[in-house]
């Protein structure tokens, strides 16, 4: 069977130092992403990377006292270390010194100068060394940079521009007439009515004043600067050619079905690189999301004041990083937590009494509660055994000695329903890049499960021997539910999905299965020794660890 192809991105990570959680959300998320849909059947392709070119990173290099190539050698090898902590499952980490980019960034930028797109002037105005940007009078605020915050100073230099203007009303239609290209919506208004219509300047695309970058290969006083070198890895990464011998890769995947970005580089991704791409004739990617961010939650003070959130800054140093939170709590309950906590369009915040609780709650208690209880009263009733006997009457004791029947059949089915029911709420979630909302579907079936106990009290069952099978069957369904609900959380925590179907002795599924109630195969056995999947927590105990 021919699968559709589907080729993610995430933004490559500036190699200026090593990534906290913010940054890390971002190539978690396009992992879950990536993994749903190759569980739905797709031909996925997810790329990922490290920027590692500029003047920030020379001046770093110089600091260090190394060169600029092992500085980034170092910087690029912990993006690395953390992305594959993280488990996340691409299928090419592309750095932007590798020679194949490199090559293909020197013929792309001699290509839209060859055909006028790119011609050479000179900038003047006020730089921002830690964006690497130029900014105008009016676009400064009191003497600083309008994104870091740090201090600008006046430069003049030689520089190729693109004529960005040239396209812009193309790029304004292929806007309206796509409304998906650009999410979430409110994203799209932003570009369009503070860039887009007020008119576009011509945009710097190479630098003299630092010497680490792609030189420009027929005017070497020069380096290609960060848009077209960074921005052009989506499309070097596949093997694109600027002289149409593209490799298999670009043939297969592009367009790109998502570019996932930080909003803060919407401006970047929905209208420098669509234009790039316009100059060269190259089809558009199908959509930019500009997720939200990641933001810091300071503790209540002593005072009982409502917490503050604040943006992650290593130059600040209010950064949480992610392997402090993995040797904490796990992978997959990070995973867990940063896929979860992210709304689709607002900031997210973290902080390690959040963790804490969430962890608590929705891991321990809703989650590994679950689990370990249906194991703990398989294996005390039946041996570990579980039968699906298909009975739904319960036998109760009357006042006059006799028993009567109750017909647990509607629970039963509303039961059912909900498991069966949970894989398509979760694809519709996702289809839309609503994370955060299909874990909450998948969760509620695991709160249904719970119920479901509270339903039937197996307890109670147990204490009569001639409800054994009626015992057996709500036993069966659980751990149905449980199986299900396991192969359902892969995407997001893989490790977790693996070791409850482990306990439970059961196969992983097919995505077209999901919604089957009763493949669990009668008389399996689960594990005589179930084990913790979330401890509970105490954060005192929590944060003394942080102090040692």
Known sequence: MNKTPYYITTAIAYTSGKPHIGNTYEVVL????????????????????TDEHGQKIEDKAIAAGVSPKEFVDSTAAEVKRIWDLMNTSYDRFIRTTDEDHEAMVQKIFRKLYEQGDIYKGSYEGMYCKECEAFYT????????????????????????????????????????????????????????????K??????????????????VDFDTDHVVYVWIDALSNYITGLGYDVDGNHGELFNKYWPADLHLIGKDILRFHTIYWPIMLMALGVELPKQVFGHPWLLLAK?????????????????????????????????????YFVLHEMPFENDGTISWELVVERIN???????????????????KYFGGVVENKNVSVVLKAAEDGTKEEIDQSAIDQDFKDVITGTRDKAVERMTDLHVADAI?????????????????????????????????TVLYNLIEGIAIGAELIRPFMPETAD????????????FDDLNQFGLYPSGGKVTDAPE?????????????????
Request: glycine share 6%; aromatic share 8%.
């Open 440 to 472: 909450t579907e998948i969760w509620n079936l695991f709160k249904r499960c719970n119920k479901y106990i509270d339903e039937t009290e197996p307890w109670v069952l147990a204490k009569d021997e001639a409800n054994a099978d009626r015992l057996a």
């Open 499 to 510: 070791k409850i179907l482990t306990q439970i002795n059961a196969e992983a599924r097919s």
């Open 532 to 548: 913790i999947l979330f401890a509970r927590l105490k954060l005192d105990e929590v944060l003394a660890k942080l102090d040692q």
């Open 198 to 215: 007020p008119g576009l300047q011509d945009l710097c695309v190479s630098r003299t004043s630092f010497k680490w970058g792609i030189p």
């Open 30 to 49: 396009a992992d879950a992403i990536a993994r749903f849909r190759r569980m739905e059947g797709y031909d996925v392709r997810f790329q990922t990377g």
């Open 137 to 196: 009078e009016s676009q400064i605020v009191d003497g600083k940079c309008p994104d870091c915050g740090m201090e600008v100073r006046p430069a003049k230099e030689e520089a190729y521009f693109f004529q960005m203007s040239k396209y812009a009303d193309r790029l304004i239609e292929h806007i309206e007439t796509h409304p998906e290209f650009i999410q979430p919506e409110s994203r799209k208004n932003e570009m369009m009515n503070n860039f887009l």
């Open 299 to 335: 503790d209540k003070n002593a005072g009982g004041e409502d917490d503050q959130v604040v943006k992650m800054s290593k130059s600040r140093g209010n950064v949480i990083y992610p392997d402090d939170l993995v040797d904490m709590f796990g992978v997959d309950a990070v995973r």
């Open 361 to 379: 709650s929705d891991l321990a208690n809703t989650l590994g509660n679950l689990v370990n209880r249906t194991i703990s009263m398989s294996n």
